[in-house]
């Protein structure tokens, strides 16, 4: 096997010796890093002028937009990106796992099949904070379903009911479950909570008291299901029995004047 040549990997990665060094050494530069805060320390000093900046680090949406100020600043394009997927998703065709990507249209038109080489690609729009607010959102979302099913398991428990016989019931009704975000997205467009209701919040509240029964029965504390109740109580003193529960979002987020 013939010596690999300095400063490169097994795989054949050329090792840069500084930021510096490596993004003098192309047009498109890509990083993925612990935070924001390291993005800065890690290219402090560093010439980006005419450079095409892709950040795939993890932050927020006010992280992104002024990251993004900075670049500018700097002389650089700028391109936001959050990444749905898990290590193992990342480089496997039809592995489902892609990357939202905001900012700068014309970084990601020229560069797209590069990015897609990873993972997918999705564009979310100019705003350079886009991309962050949908991956953000999606996993909260994911932390909800994920509170779930820990509840669902501890339910078991004490049980003669094995965990693995559980399991696909338990992804099955999700599955079935999860279109209703289309219904909730239809209602906050139209503003009408009561549109195609199937399950009202008042039924909802009052099914809720089943739920914290059997929690108390099987020894199992309520504290991942008690503030997602809590507010469907206090939507419901409001008067607003006959909603669905998209009311809800009322409470976590009330629209300005």
């Known amino acids: 096997m013939p010596e690999r040549p ?24 890509v990083l993925c890093l612990l935070d924001d805060a390291s993005v800065g320390e890690a290219l402090d000093g560093v010439d980006l002028t005419g450079r095409d900046l892709v950040n795939l680090t993890t932050g927020t949406p006010a992280e992104g937009r ?9 002389g650089a394009r700028f391109l936001d990106g959050g990444i749905m997927a898990v290590p193992p998703m ?3 065709a039809d592995s489902g796992g892609y990357v939202f990507y905001s900012g700068s249209s014309e970084v990601f038109d020229e560069h797209r099949a590069t990015l897609a080489v ?3 690609t999705v564009y979310v729009g100019a705003d350079p904070g886009f991309a962050a607010l949908h991956d953000v959102a999606l996993l909260s ?22 965990p693995t016989d559980l399991a696909p019931l338990l992804v099955s009704w999700l599955a079935a479950m999860a279109p209703m975000a289309h219904r909730t997205a239809a209602q906050l467009e139209s503003g009408d909570f009561t549109e195609g ?12 008291a089943t ?13 991942l299901l008690a ?4 507010l469907m109580e206090r939507r419901l003193a409001d008067g607003h029995g006959e909603e669905d529960t998209t009311g809800l979002v009322e409470l976590l987020a009330p629209r300005g004047d």
């Open 6 to 29: 300095t400063g490169t990997t097994p795989e054949g990665a050329v090792v840069a010796a500084s930021p510096a060094e490596a993004v003098a050494d192309g047009r498109l530069v």
């Open 66 to 74: 002024t990251r993004a100020a900075w670049a500018a600043e700097r």
């Open 90 to 92: 990342i480089g496997a």
């Open 118 to 120: 990873p993972a997918g």
């Open 141 to 162: 979302a994911m932390s909800g379903m994920f509170a779930g099913v820990l509840h669902a398991f501890a339910l078991i428990r004490r049980e003669d009911v094995a």
């Open 197 to 208: 209701v199937v399950s009202n919040l008042a039924m909802q509240v009052a099914g809720n």
């Open 211 to 223: 739920l914290l029964r059997t929690a108390e029965e099987q020894g199992v504390s309520p504290e």
């Open 227 to 230: 503030p997602y109740m809590s």
